[in-house]
């Protein structure tokens, strides 16, 4: 067989020996050791550098990215003055103004080696104007990444004036999941109904779930419960994802033992999003301050499928960002206590197939024989040389295509006497 492309001596996640990889009609078509390369159109070294499949941001806002400063900044740093900002913001978005930003946005996280892409989309608009310019950026990205849009009521079901309503349109329209936000509704048992309405859409037009559920550091805060007694009571396992769940980090163990086994049996996923997570909660706490991102090593002990998401990106939530899903798994590691040399490999799986377990795309995903051919070369030789240096992503391939390409900063150092030629030349 001849190939059109063939990637040499590649190092793969937990396989010691290298191997070749060979794609031809855009499949993975043979993995093996001494590939013959006079058979391929197009023949990559990888040199022994570590090869995967695409990153997964699990949980973006791609209506508001590079909104930071708009109108002002978040001088609290916390959610809820983001989410009034925001509001402030929301009056002056138009088509272009939406597309303009997320194309940016997705070019910068498609650069860094992510193909897929779960974005939020705030359905608070009589005029949907965010969720319709989205829907084209879904259309006009997908030869590069693939972009499911989340209806997320960032006001509310229930608070929102019409927000049932727009929620149904938003599905309409075609938005992929059914989203919600129990925790910002006015009183608890709005909140509820906010968690059993999600579902009843759900059904309705069979799509999946993806909840902001319990963000905030109130303990009392529990409608993660709510989602997976519902998750249990529709038979939708597998299909729901609550997002964010920072109230956990504030449960008494007791309570949070039970709520693990309770998310395990409804096959509830869970998304963490450690930028936002670190930088908004314990904004209320002197000292000791709480980290507030959720129970990642606990919920992964107890068989709980957890994912990660960027979250914001240069917006009122979060001024910073580039959109590197790397650098989102490595403060996971440090926030999560996750340093162990086995667990540094779980790490770089909630980036990737744990993250693809949570959009659904597994049969899809993958680095095997008869899959889509789409993964990266990153400039490390492991999962924990890549974890410990946020490297290049040499080279970014989508059904065998290369789509991005990135050429690594080099460092000189020369001693006092050397010339050039003579200093030692590297790259950290």
Not at 69 to 77: E, F, I, M, V, W
Not at 106 to 127: F, K, M, Y
Not at 393 to 412: D, H, M, Q, W
């Amino acid at each position: 067989m001849s190939y059109d492309l063939l990637i040499r001596r590649v190092r793969l996640h937990r396989r010691q020996q290298p191997v070749d990889i060979a794609v031809k009609d855009g499949l993975f078509v043979k993995i093996a050791a001494d590939l013959p390369s006079a058979e391929a159109t197009r023949v990559v070294d990888a040199d022994g550098r570590l090869v995967v499949p695409p990153f997964i941001d699990a949980h973006v806002h791609l209506d508001a990215v590079l909104t930071v400063g708009q109108p002002r900044y978040n001088s609290s740093g916390t959610l809820l003055e983001g989410i009034q900002i925001w509001s402030e913001r929301k009056p002056d978005l138009t088509h272009e103004d939406v597309k303009r930003r997320a194309l940016e946005e997705i070019r910068w996280e498609v650069a860094q080696g992510t193909l897929h892409i779960r974005s939020h989309v705030d359905v608070c608009d009589p005029n949907l104007t965010a969720l319709r310019a989205l829907l084209e950026v879904r259309e006009e990205v997908r030869d590069i990444c693939d972009l499911q849009l989340v209806a997320f009521p960032q006001d509310g079901i229930l608070s929102f004036p019409g927000g049932r309503e727009l929620m149904r349109k938003a599905l309409e329209l075609g938005c992929d999941l059914v989203g919600g936000i129990p925790h910002y509704e006015w009183t608890r048992d709005m909140g509820v109904e906010d968690v059993h309405y999600a579902f009843a859409l759900a059904k309705e037009f069979n799509r999946d779930i993806d909840c902001h559920c319990d963000e905030t550091d109130d303990p009392q805060s529990r409608f993660t419960e709510v989602m997976a007694a519902d998750t249990i009571e529709q038979s939708w396992q597998g299909r729901v994802t609550a997002s964010h769940c920072t109230a956990m980090h504030s449960y008494d163990n007791a309570y949070a033992f039970k709520l693990l086994r309770l998310l395990a049996r409804a096959q509830v996923n869970v998304i963490a999003n450690p930028f936002d997570n670190v930088v908004l909660q314990g904004r209320f706490d002197t000292y000791p301050k709480r980290r507030g991102i959720t129970r990642v090593k606990e919920l992964l002990a107890s068989g709980v499928n957890v994912a990660l998401g960027h979250d914001s990106i240069m917006d009122p939530w979060f001024p910073l960002g580039r959109g590197d899903m790397l650098a989102a798994a490595q403060l996971a590691l440090f926030l999560c206590h996750m340093s162990g040399h086995e667990e540094i490999d779980a790490v770089l799986d909630l980036i990737t197939t744990n993250a693809a377990r949570a959009l659904r795309i597994q049969d899809r995903y993958g680095i095997e024989e008869g899959k889509p051919a789409d993964f990266l070369i990153l400039d490390a030789p492991s999962a924990f040389e890549a974890l410990r240096l946020l490297p290049a992503r040499l080279y970014v391939f989508k059904g065998g295509r290369e789509i991005a390409r990135t050429t690594p900063g080099r460092s000189v150092v020369r001693r006092a006497g050397e010339k050039e030629g003579q200093e030692v030349t590297f790259h950290v």
